[in-house]
């Protein structure tokens, strides 16, 4: 048979009030002594509280929201496990909803998870189109955003310099003297690929290098998306010898495809990708990727909620991290450098 709270308080020798404002961590004073006991007892009697009903009478439910576009992505597992390990610690679960970059699904979790009465929200959100997001700012629902931020939208926000680590691939790639690079982005809808592409043509506009958009593809930040846009430029006959991809899942997909289309890399073909995901390192050659900091942005997220569920300022900030290049074999500069060595 299943304990009630009526047995715990028994068993303690104390009364039910006392039994809830233990479990339920209220403010009330409850000494030491007493509180012991009374753990004891929920312990030994293996005592579950409804922590749904606690919800429905403290408004707070001790859980929060997390809705990202696709956890089938490396990128997000770690940026998750941040978020988890911040809000463990502070005695709060979390509640993962994935999209699959559909934005009707993001509004629609968005709407059973204020049902669940979270107490708060973290978005890795799909679109530009915002409505949702800025209601939640109306409401003062306390929300932050994720590795992307839709323009319009006055929220908190723990987000990566694209602009940086975009600039950085292709500057990379032009030093090694390519000219002829190709740039695999993202769907036109998110922002955050409008934003690497910019910088994809920025860089090139300040090598004075004219943009072609032949060069260009929608990869769906998909493995497969990458392994097309390689079939697209060869069956055209597109002349590249460089691949810059806005995310290594597409970085990586069009290695597989030049692989299996007998083109050496990086001999033929030198590749650079963004993010810096656990297989970045693993495939071969080694991936040059852009790394994000992913944990860091998971916890910090998670701390900035903590605050705004703690009753901090509502006025919202935008914390900005630092990407990094990562120089592996892919890009061939390693090899470069090894073979420097060896001529001196």
């Given at each position: 048979?299943?304990?009630?709270?009526?047995?715990?308080?028994?068993?303690?020798?104390?009364?039910?009030?006392?039994?809830?404002?233990?479990?339920?961590?209220?403010?009330?004073?409850?000494?030491?002594?007493?509180?012991?006991?009374?753990?004891?007892?929920?312990?030994?009697?293996?005592?579950?509280?409804?922590?749904?009903?606690?919800?429905?009478?403290?408004?707070?439910?001790?859980?929060?929201?997390?809705?990202?576009p696709d956890i089938s992505n490396p990128f997000f597992p770690a940026i998750v496990r941040g978020i988890e390990d911040v809000a463990n610690q502070a005695g709060l679960a979390v509640l993962l909803c994935n999209t699959?970059?559909?934005?009707?699904?993001?509004?629609?979790?968005?709407?059973?998870?204020?049902?669940?009465?979270?107490?708060?929200?973290?978005?890795?959100?799909?679109?530009?189109?915002?409505?949702?997001?800025?209601?939640?700012?109306?409401?003062?629902?306390?929300?932050?955003?994720?590795?992307?931020?839709?323009?319009?939208?006055?929220?908190?926000?723990?987000?990566?310099?694209?602009?940086?680590?975009?600039?950085?691939?292709?500057?990379?790639?032009?030093?090694?003297?390519?000219?002829?690079?190709?740039?695999?982005?993202?769907?036109?809808?998110?922002?955050?690929?409008?934003?690497?592409?910019?910088?994809?043509?920025?860089?090139?506009?300040?090598?004075?290098?004219?943009?072609?958009?032949?060069?260009?593809?929608?990869?769906?930040?998909?493995?497969?998306?990458?392994?097309?846009?390689?079939?697209?430029?060869?069956?055209?006959?597109?002349?590249?010898?460089?691949?810059?991809?806005?995310?290594?899942?597409?970085?990586?997909?069009?290695?597989?495809?030049?692989?299996?289309?007998?083109?050496?890399?990086?001999?033929?073909?030198?590749?650079?990708?963004?993010?810096?995901?656990?297989?970045?390192?693993?495939?071969?050659?080694?991936?040059?990727?852009?790394?994000?900091?992913?944990?860091?942005?998971?916890?910090?997220?998670?701390?900035?909620?903590?605050?705004?569920?703690?009753?901090?300022?509502?006025?919202?900030?935008?914390?900005?991290?630092?990407?990094?290049?990562?120089?592996?074999?892919?890009?061939?500069?390693?090899?470069?450098?090894?073979?420097?060595?060896?001529?001196?």
């Amino acid at each position: 048979m299943t304990a009630t709270i009526r047995d715990v308080a028994e068993a303690a020798g104390v009364s039910v009030a006392t039994v809830s404002r233990v479990v339920s961590r209220s403010e009330h004073r409850v000494s030491a002594a007493t509180r012991s006991r009374v753990l004891a007892a929920v312990a030994r009697l293996r005592y579950q509280p409804n922590l749904v009903a606690q919800g429905l009478k403290n408004r707070v439910t001790h859980t929060v929201g997390l809705i990202v576009p696709d956890i089938s992505n490396p990128f997000f597992p770690a940026i998750v496990r941040g978020i988890e390990d911040v809000a463990n610690q502070a005695g709060l679960a979390v509640l993962l909803c994935n999209t699959y970059e559909d934005l009707s699904k993001e509004r629609s979790y968005l709407a059973l998870l204020r049902k669940r009465m979270v107490d708060g929200f973290i978005f890795a959100t799909v679109g530009a189109n915002t409505e949702h997001l800025r209601m939640l700012r109306r409401q003062r629902m306390p929300a932050v955003l994720i590795a992307r931020a839709p323009g319009g939208v006055d929220m908190d926000a723990v987000l990566v310099d694209n602009r940086r680590g975009e600039r950085e691939a292709v500057e990379h790639l032009l030093r090694l003297g390519h000219r002829r690079i190709a740039f695999i982005g993202g769907p036109a809808i998110l922002p955050v690929a409008g934003e690497r592409l910019a910088d994809y043509r920025d860089a090139l506009g300040a090598a004075g290098i004219r943009f072609d958009p032949a060069l260009v593809f929608d990869g769906g930040f998909r493995p497969e998306g990458g392994a097309a846009a390689v079939e697209a430029l060869l069956r055209r006959r597109v002349k590249f010898t460089a691949i810059v991809a806005a995310n290594d899942l597409m970085a990586i997909g069009a290695m597989e495809d030049l692989h299996r289309r007998g083109r050496r890399l990086p001999g033929d073909v030198a590749v650079v990708g963004f993010d810096d995901i656990t297989f970045a390192s693993l495939v071969e050659p080694p991936l040059t990727t852009v790394a994000q900091p992913k944990y860091q942005m998971g916890r910090l997220a998670m701390e900035r909620l903590l605050e705004l569920l703690n009753g901090g300022t509502s006025r919202s900030r935008r914390l900005v991290l630092e990407p990094r290049l990562v120089v592996r074999e892919s890009c061939g500069a390693t090899l470069k450098r090894t073979e420097s060595k060896r001529s001196n």
